[in-house]
């Protein structure tokens, strides 16, 4: 497919000359277009957008050289100009997507068909922050930015070796949006490498704002609540999954990279599991795994327990379930619905609302809702705590995405759980491995190592196990080279300080 | 991508149309009386009478949780549930029943009538208690309370569950009794409990020919049955007399113990060998000082002690025709067919010779 059969390049007509240019962009009233006369009677004809060049420059390198001197041809003006990116064009379309991004046209004449083209763009950046998503305690405390230079700054500055590859694609026929692709040429596979290129290229949409609609528009199954592209906004995390094979995609004006492929375990693993030692941080996957699983399943149990399986309840928490439930006027269902969507409905006020009143919320939320619930007996307290637990849960996985998954798989769990008890859950279970076996994320499998069962990628999935068994790299990537070190060293590196000495 | 997804759409209308029959029938919680426990007693030929347990749970407004029972008379064991729900505000569930009790005429006219309402219900879990109540009727002991637990049903329950686990009852539950029921190798045996003062206490084991109740043992009979049937691991007790005139015995505690069946199917009348491998730890002596000739002297005596009472016991479920020790099960497992007619006759004349070989694995601190 090539470029010019996207429907949305015929909806803006290319511009054919100069002055139709400059006739579109005159209506901007920050569309800046002079004439100036030297005092050796020398006409220039300087047009920029004041919002996109820097101002300062312009007056200081630029305007003083005008001045002063004395040009016959606008190759004078270009030597004596002190700025790199200079280039005389005659080309409206190159002048017009030029200007746009802060670039000064300078004619000698208002009506002549070409000019020099000075690079003087200002640029508006933010800071380098502490990453606010993916927070960790140890590690760097660098987050991407939402300027795409800085961005290719914090990974270059981690990965300083020549074969770092970055390929520029342009998407978005209004936004004109730059996207990276990363990857090591000489690690990564270059057939996940072109697929990315290739599902980047053929998106055909106007606007892309942020790194998730690339992210929505190249997944493998467009229609699953799982996502299959990691994404974050650790430069660490991006430098380590690039020197394992991956691929990346930065997307200029968005603070978050993506990486791929990916498999369903890694939406698990906090980066800062590589910070920790590698029994700790094992630890804590099989916790937060844990936590996945109670917060899938433990509602919709609840909801089955009470309403058809009464006899699986312990003879002990009989009597403490039967009281709770006793005055409460709804069937366990209508009662977990109602606390599962007060959660969310919780969250969602939370994550909308300015942080101060955010805090307000929670108060209201987790005190005054859920006490008064229980004791207006619209809910039992032992549900609460089921939910409220697994609401926690939720939260407790480091990606962001599949938090939000986790929390809407919940309530088909619920509904079947109350069509057919515990036969409904495993029934929807079955359903969803099923559809996780079918995942791919570009064409790699998503449930990997589970299915197909790879004993070598076992090494970083459930668990980490330390730095010194992971000297292969992951094979569900298909890297280009799978050696991450030779063992032999290894091994050699562990004798004894003294093994020599007699 | 497409034709998967639809697949899977098709795949799982399909799907729901054949499990449309398995919805199960909702129990919610709140809306049920969970029966503890059911009992029955003996009447006459045809009629019995049916008591069940249901604890009523206290909220903030009803007061305190209590136990209530509902009893009926009826015909057949499909009635009485008729009839008890028909007293009952809300529908009677029997997923959480604990034990079922028989009085003890019943016991000696036999049960499977009634169990085998209980073995075809799929909520009746298969460990659930069978209980034989002594000099009492069920009705009586169940509408009662006692001092040391407040709800019937559950002291009942852990009462039973707590002398097999750690005292001298054998184990044994529904699915126990099943299997032994319809081996013919085997005979079931339940436990049996009496009023004792306020209380309740386990009085040792029924065991049964068929589904009648023949033979009852003492609470020292049945841990010799224990001995005999399982494999103790750091359980039991028992009192050893060493001299009844000087009133002088010992406590042997976690008794480590493991029987082997040996036949002789040389012998035309059949001989068993039962070796009893005992191990066991001196928790009280009542003499002054265990000196190694008294540890030996104990040893003999226990040793004495087990081979008599085993072998007296063994001789007492042969003549009343029952076999809770399963001896026709381990002459079946050995090669030996016990299917033929004669196999009652062979087990009454079998000649048991029982031989325990005692360790005494450490006399407990002394001064």
Same mark, same amino acid.
């Given at each position: 497919?090539?470029?010019?059969?996207?429907?949305?390049?015929?909806?803006?007509?290319?511009?054919?000359?100069?002055?139709?240019?400059?006739?579109?962009?005159?209506?901007?009233?920050?569309?800046?277009?002079?004439?100036?006369?030297?005092?050796? %009677?020398?006409?220039?004809?300087?047009?920029?957008?004041?919002?996109?060049?820097?101002?300062?420059?312009?007056?200081?390198?630029?305007?003083?050289?005008?001045?002063?001197?004395?040009?016959?041809?606008?190759?004078?003006?270009?030597?004596?100009?002190?700025?790199?990116? !200079?280039?005389?064009?005659?080309?409206?379309?190159?002048?017009?997507?030029?200007?746009?991004?802060?670039?000064?046209?300078?004619?000698?004449?208002?009506? #002549?068909? /070409?000019?020099?083209?000075?690079?003087?763009?200002?640029?508006?950046?933010?800071?380098?922050?502490?990453?606010?998503?993916?927070?960790?305690?140890?590690?760097?405390?660098?987050?991407?930015?939402?300027?795409?230079?800085?961005?290719?700054?914090?990974?270059?500055?981690?990965?300083?070796?020549?074969?770092?590859?970055?390929?520029?694609?342009?998407?978005?026929?209004?936004?004109?949006?730059?996207?990276?692709?990363?990857? *090591?040429?000489?690690?990564?596979?270059?057939?996940?490498?072109?697929?990315?290129?290739?599902?980047?290229?053929?998106?055909?949409?106007?606007?892309?704002?942020?790194?998730?609609?690339?992210?929505?528009?190249?997944?493998?199954?467009?229609?699953?609540?799982?996502?299959? *592209?990691? #994404?974050?906004?650790?430069?660490?995390?991006?430098?380590?999954?690039?020197?394992?094979?991956?691929?990346?995609?930065?997307?200029?004006?968005?603070?978050?990279?993506?990486?791929?492929?990916?498999?369903?375990?890694?939406?698990?693993?906090?980066?800062?599991?590589?910070?920790?030692?590698?029994?700790?941080?094992?630890?804590?996957?099989?916790?937060?795994?844990?936590?996945?699983?109670?917060?899938?399943?433990?509602?919709?149990?609840?909801?089955?327990?009470?309403?058809?399986?009464?006899?699986?309840?312990?003879?002990?928490?009989?009597?403490? *379930?039967?009281?709770?439930?006793?005055?409460?006027?709804?069937?366990?269902?209508? %009662?977990?619905?109602?606390?599962?969507?007060?959660?969310?409905?919780?969250?969602?006020?939370?994550?909308?609302?300015?942080?101060?009143?955010?805090?307000?919320?929670?108060?209201?939320?987790?005190?005054?809702?859920? !006490?008064?619930?229980?004791?207006?007996?619209?809910?039992?307290?032992?549900?609460?705590?089921?939910?409220?637990?697994?609401?926690?849960?939720?939260?407790?996985?480091?990606?962001?995405?599949?938090?939000?998954?986790?929390?809407?798989?919940?309530?088909?769990?619920?509904?079947?759980?109350?069509?057919?008890?515990?036969?409904?859950?495993?029934?929807?279970?079955?359903?969803?491995?099923?559809?996780?076996?079918?995942?791919?994320?570009?064409?790699?499998?998503?449930?990997?190592?589970?299915?197909?069962?790879?004993?070598? #990628?076992?090494?970083?999935?459930?668990?980490?196990?330390?730095?010194?068994?992971?000297?292969?790299?992951?094979?569900?990537?298909?890297?280009?080279?799978?050696?991450?070190?030779?063992?032999?060293?290894?091994?050699?590196?562990?004798?004894?300080?003294?093994?020599?000495?007699? | 991508?497409?034709?998967?997804?639809?697949?899977?759409?098709?795949?799982?209308?399909?799907?729901?149309?054949?499990? !449309?029959?398995?919805?199960?029938?909702?129990?919610?919680?709140?809306?049920?009386?969970?029966?503890?426990? @059911?009992?029955?007693?003996?009447?006459?030929?045809?009629?019995?009478?049916?008591?069940?347990?249901?604890?009523?749970?206290?909220?903030?407004?009803?007061?305190?949780?209590?136990?209530?029972?509902?009893?009926?008379?009826?015909?057949?064991?499909?009635?009485?549930?008729?009839?008890?729900?028909?007293?009952?505000?809300?529908?009677?569930?029997?997923?959480?029943?604990?034990?079922?009790?028989?009085?003890?005429?019943?016991?000696?006219?036999?049960?499977?009538?009634?169990?085998?309402?209980?073995?075809?219900?799929?909520?009746?879990?298969?460990?659930?208690?069978?209980?034989?109540?002594?000099?009492?009727?069920?009705?009586?002991?169940?509408?009662?309370?006692?001092?040391?637990?407040?709800?019937?049903?559950?002291? @009942?329950?852990?009462?039973?569950?707590?002398?097999?686990?750690?005292?001298?009852?054998?184990?044994?539950? *529904?699915?126990?009794?099943?299997?032994?029921?319809?081996?013919?190798?085997?005979?079931?045996?339940?436990?049996?409990?009496?009023?004792?003062?306020?209380?309740?206490?386990?009085?040792?084991?029924?065991?049964?020919?068929?589904?009648?109740?023949?033979?009852?043992?003492?609470?020292?009979?049945?841990?010799?049955?224990?001995?005999?049937?399982?494999?103790?691991?750091?359980?039991?007790?028992?009192?050893?007399?060493?001299?009844?005139? %000087?009133?002088?015995?010992?406590?042997?505690?976690?008794?480590?113990?493991?029987?082997?069946?040996?036949?002789?199917?040389?012998?035309?009348?059949?001989?068993?060998?039962?070796?009893?491998?005992?191990?066991?730890?001196?928790?009280?002596?009542?003499?002054?000082?265990?000196?190694?000739?008294?540890?030996?002297?104990?040893?003999?005596?226990?040793?004495?002690?087990?081979?008599?009472?085993?072998?007296?016991?063994?001789?007492?479920?042969?003549?009343?025709?029952?076999?809770?020790?399963?001896?026709?099960?381990?002459?079946?497992?050995?090669?030996?067919?016990?299917?033929?007619?004669?196999? #009652?006759?062979? /087990?009454?004349?079998?000649?048991?010779?029982?031989?325990?070989?005692?360790?005494?694995?450490?006399?407990?601190?002394?001064?």
């Amino acid at each position: 497919m090539t470029k010019s059969n996207k429907v949305s390049d015929d909806l803006r007509r290319p511009k054919e000359s100069l002055s139709e240019v400059f006739r579109a962009c005159e209506k901007s009233q920050d569309f800046v277009r002079h004439t100036l006369t030297t005092q050796y %009677e020398q006409t220039f004809t300087y047009t920029f957008f004041e919002t996109m060049v820097d101002g300062q420059l312009f007056k200081e390198q630029i305007l003083p050289v005008l001045q002063k001197g004395s040009f016959s041809t606008l190759r004078d003006v270009k030597s004596l100009i002190p700025i790199e990116d !200079t280039e005389i064009s005659a080309d409206p379309i190159e002048i017009e997507k030029r200007l746009i991004s802060g670039y000064i046209f300078i004619q000698f004449e208002k009506a #002549d068909p /070409y000019g020099l083209l000075l690079r003087a763009p200002s640029v508006e950046r933010r800071a380098v922050t502490v990453p606010e998503v993916e927070y960790s305690v140890l590690g760097p405390k660098e987050s991407f930015v939402e300027n795409l230079d800085v961005n290719l700054h914090l990974l270059r500055r981690r990965l300083k070796i020549a074969e770092l590859t970055v390929e520029n694609i342009t998407v978005g026929s209004l936004t004109n949006t730059r996207v990276s692709v990363l990857y *090591l040429s000489h690690i990564a596979n270059s057939e996940n490498v072109n697929t990315v290129l290739q599902r980047i290229r053929d998106i055909d949409y106007d606007e892309i704002i942020d790194s998730s609609y690339i992210n929505q528009m190249i997944e493998d199954n467009k229609h699953s609540p799982f996502p299959q *592209l990691l #994404d974050t906004e650790r430069p660490d995390r991006v430098a380590s999954e690039l020197s394992r094979g991956k691929v990346a995609v930065l997307v200029d004006g968005s603070p978050t990279a993506i990486t791929t492929p990916t498999r369903f375990i890694e939406f698990f693993s906090a980066f800062e599991d590589y910070y920790l030692s590698w029994h700790i941080a094992s630890i804590y996957r099989l916790i937060r795994l844990f936590a996945v699983l109670f917060s899938i399943f433990a509602t919709s149990l609840y909801v089955a327990v009470l309403t058809y399986h009464t006899e699986l309840i312990p003879m002990d928490l009989l009597s403490t *379930l039967v009281i709770s439930r006793e005055d409460i006027p709804f069937p366990p269902i209508i %009662e977990a619905l109602f606390l599962e969507l007060t959660i969310d409905l919780l969250r969602e006020a939370g994550a909308r609302l300015p942080s101060k009143v955010g805090q307000t919320i929670g108060i209201v939320g987790g005190i005054v809702i859920g !006490t008064a619930a229980v004791e207006a007996s619209l809910t039992s307290n032992i549900l609460l705590i089921v939910v409220a637990l697994s609401a926690l849960a939720s939260f407790a996985t480091p990606i962001y995405r599949i938090g939000n998954t986790i929390r809407l798989i919940r309530f088909p769990f619920l509904i079947f759980a109350q069509i057919w008890g515990i036969i409904g859950i495993t029934i929807l279970s079955m359903f969803m491995i099923i559809h996780l076996l079918t995942l791919k994320s570009i064409g790699r499998p998503y449930l990997e190592p589970i299915f197909p069962p790879r004993s070598n #990628d076992l090494r970083d999935a459930f668990f980490r196990l330390p730095f010194s068994l992971q000297f292969k790299r992951s094979t569900y990537v298909q890297p280009e080279h799978g050696k991450r070190f030779s063992i032999r060293e290894l091994l050699n590196k562990n004798e004894d300080i003294d093994e020599h000495i007699d | 991508m497409k034709s998967n997804g639809q697949r899977l759409i098709k795949l799982s209308l399909a799907l729901l149309l054949f499990i !449309t029959g398995c919805g199960p029938q909702q129990n919610i919680l709140d809306e049920i009386r969970i029966m503890h426990t @059911i009992g029955f007693d003996y009447i006459d030929d045809n009629h019995f009478r049916g008591t069940v347990t249901i604890p009523i749970y206290g909220s903030e407004t009803e007061g305190e949780t209590r136990t209530e029972i509902i009893t009926d008379t009826s015909r057949t064991a499909k009635d009485i549930k008729v009839k008890l729900d028909a007293q009952s505000s809300k529908r009677l569930h029997n997923g959480k029943l604990q034990s079922i009790l028989f009085d003890e005429t019943f016991l000696q006219e036999g049960v499977s009538e009634l169990v085998d309402t209980f073995l075809r219900d799929p909520k009746i879990g298969m460990r659930v208690q069978l209980i034989g109540v002594e000099d009492k009727s069920v009705l009586d002991l169940l509408d009662q309370t006692y001092p040391i637990e407040e709800h019937v049903a559950r002291y @009942i329950n852990d009462l039973v569950d707590q002398n097999i686990e750690d005292q001298n009852i054998p184990k044994t539950n *529904l699915h126990i009794y099943l299997a032994r029921f319809y081996d013919e190798g085997a005979d079931p045996f339940i436990p049996v409990v009496k009023e004792k003062d306020e209380n309740l206490k386990v009085n040792g084991i029924m065991t049964f020919n068929e589904d009648r109740a023949v033979c009852k043992l003492s609470l020292r009979e049945s841990f010799m049955m224990k001995l005999l049937l399982e494999e103790l691991n750091d359980g039991g007790a028992i009192e050893i007399a060493l001299d009844e005139d %000087e009133n002088e015995f010992t406590v042997l505690r976690n008794i480590m113990s493991e029987a082997n069946y040996t036949f002789d199917f040389n012998d035309p009348s059949l001989s068993l060998q039962i070796d009893i491998d005992f191990k066991a730890r001196i928790n009280e002596y009542s003499g002054q000082t265990l000196s190694s000739s008294k540890l030996n002297e104990i040893t003999s005596a226990t040793k004495e002690q087990i081979e008599n009472e085993a072998g007296a016991l063994v001789t007492q479920l042969q003549e009343n025709n029952t076999d809770p020790l399963a001896i026709g099960m381990h002459a079946r497992s050995k090669g030996y067919d016990i299917s033929n007619d004669d196999w #009652d006759e062979t /087990y009454k004349n079998l000649d048991v010779n029982i031989n325990a070989d005692v360790t005494i694995l450490s006399t407990g601190i002394e001064e």
